[in-house]
């Protein structure tokens, strides 16, 4: 007789879940940052973005950036100079 053994691959999460960051009432007079992951129309769809936010909120400033490559997280520095100067950011992940 064969025996078969089903193991449950479910696990318990290894990490509290983490807060989201605080969202503003509205978008007019906020300075809006844009990050580029640096795959593959990351780039096209943040300017689209870009150009929808101007077309319907005032937005006093868009600060753009993009990290070296795709592969790995954005360098502290980066986060620190767009949590500087935004109001808040919008990431992108291309592909």
């Known amino acids: 007789m064969t025996r078969l053994i089903l193991v449950d ?3 318990e999460p290894s990490a509290p879940p983490a807060a989201l960051a605080k969202r503003p009432l509205a978008l007019d007079g906020k300075r ?3 990050l580029d992951n640096h795959k593959l129309n990351a780039g096209a769809l943040l300017e689209e973005i870009a150009r929808l936010m101007a077309e319907r909120y005032e937005v006093t400033e ?3 950036a993009q990290k070296s490559d795709g592969s790995t997280p954005a360098p502290p520095p980066l986060l620190d100079d767009l949590a500087r100067r935004c109001d808040l950011v919008i990431a992108a992940v291309g592909d």
């Open 62 to 64: 868009v600060v753009r």
């Open 32 to 34: 809006i940052g844009l």
């Open 9 to 11: 691959p479910r696990a």
